[in-house]
């Protein structure tokens, strides 16, 4: 494996890099590295102008130069598999530890001062650190451990991930926010991100549909926040998840807290369960349903996010926490769960009404349901972005979760 300095000029350029700066990317990639016949179109791409916001440029142009780095590693490198093996950690001897550090290197995670003559094998602090710091920007549980999955990301070739890079480019490129405050939710990324004035004012980890269940890319608006909301169960999870429940546990539903109503606000009745009739569930004029009161325990927590969009899919608190720890979190029907929603409340009455943080308290204290309009509505969009710049200027790279990247990606090479 040939070591060239040039991710060096590149990931270490500013993150305002202006024209001028790209400019000189492409003459010293041009020098050092061996040509190939795609260069000159792709630098003409790679170089185009881009009309958005300032910082969200930014980060476009920062993409850009990591898209010339990674081509341009493409051509000039090898990128052998680290093969299957041990869990290797801070103190390891081991010959997989020396292509973890080539690779490292190269991707711009491990210091080249660091290097010490005679220990290319050897996993110490300044490669666990750089260990580290690959698995932040892929998304990956952040232990220093060289394990299956890290070996997974690794082992993904500069090819694939300037392809990945192009893609979101492209992404990136067409996001255009109606205003600068907005809420995004990156659905590889499992994150919520509220921007003011085109800045993060909040970021918090979410969970997303899992594969079968997709939550969809769209765009909306939140103009309802509902204080101990209580929950409507959708048809489809009705049939696909609690009657098979019920068929093995009659007293599911008392287990869980679901009620068999009919009717809706003040015309709504509980049923008893034994009057469960499929042929009237959720069909007919006066269908039979099942509901989940407020209170302590609720599946939607202490209170949800409703949109004016297309899809019956929303933002919600949730009463299991515990799966806020997994660093993959496709756990949903759709829905989009907030690792601290009580935080968005207050900054999104804090944007339309003025309100202070406590001016909530009482109402997240009692479990009586409660409707609040947003008189400014404030725009919602999920997106798909499996590369990005983060927050702190750094190139990250999430899974593919729902496997869209390949036919973008040949729709837009077509």
Not at 232 to 237: G, L, R, W
Not at 249 to 265: A, F, H, M, R, S
């Amino acid at each position: 494996m040939r070591y060239i300095p040039l991710f060096a000029l590149l990931l270490s350029l500013p993150a305002a890099a202006d024209n001028e700066s790209l400019q000189i990317v492409r003459a010293t990639s041009l020098e050092q590295t061996a040509p190939h016949t795609e260069t000159d179109a792709l630098l003409q791409d790679v170089v185009a102008p881009v009309t958005t916001a300032p910082a969200r440029q930014h980060q476009i142009q920062r993409m850009q130069q990591a898209l010339l780095y990674y081509r341009e590693l493409a051509a000039t490198h090898d990128w052998p598999a680290i093969p299957k093996g041990p869990y290797l950690r801070l103190g390891d001897t081991h010959p997989h530890i020396a292509l973890l550090r080539s690779k490292l290197l190269l991707l711009n995670d491990l210091d080249a001062s660091a290097y010490i003559p005679g220990q290319e094998q050897v996993m110490d602090p300044a490669l666990e650190q750089a260990l580290k710091n690959f698995q932040q920007r892929h998304g990956r549980k952040v232990d220093g451990i060289l394990g299956p999955g890290s070996r997974r990301e690794l082992n993904i070739s500069p090819g694939q991930r300037a392809d990945q890079i192009q893609l979101n480019i492209h992404r990136q490129s067409n996001f255009t926010p109606r205003t600068d405050r907005y809420i995004q939710v990156n659905i590889p990324e499992f994150r919520l991100r509220l921007f003011e004035h085109d800045k993060p004012v909040l970021n918090m980890k979410t969970i997303v549909g899992r594969s079968k269940r997709k939550t969809p890319v769209f765009d909306t608006e939140v103009d309802r926040i509902v204080i101990n909301p209580s929950w409507h169960v959708p048809k489809s999870i009705a049939y696909k998840d609690i009657l098979p429940a019920l068929k093995e546990d009659p007293e599911y539903l008392t287990k869980i807290n679901l009620k068999l109503v009919t009717g809706y606000g003040n015309q709504q009745k509980v049923l008893p369960a034994s009057e469960l009739d499929q042929d009237r569930l959720y069909r007919g004029d006066n269908f039979q349903r099942f509901w989940e009161p407020p209170g302590e325990g609720n599946t939607l927590g202490k209170v949800k996010f409703l949109t004016s969009g297309p899809y019956a899919v929303y933002l919600h608190d949730t009463s299991a926490k515990r799966l806020f720890e997994s660093d993959r979190r496709a756990f949903s029907s759709g829905c989009i769960r907030l690792e601290q929603p009580r935080q968005l409340a207050d900054e999104l009455m804090r944007m339309t009404h003025g309100w202070s943080k406590t001016r909530l308290d009482p109402l997240f204290s009692q479990t009586r349901q409660r409707y609040l309009k947003l008189p400014d509505p404030i725009p919602l969009y999920v997106i798909y972005w499996t590369s990005f710049i983060d927050d702190q200027g750094r190139l990250n790279f999430r899974p593919d979760l729902y496997k869209r990247d390949r036919h973008e990606l040949a729709q837009l090479n077509h």
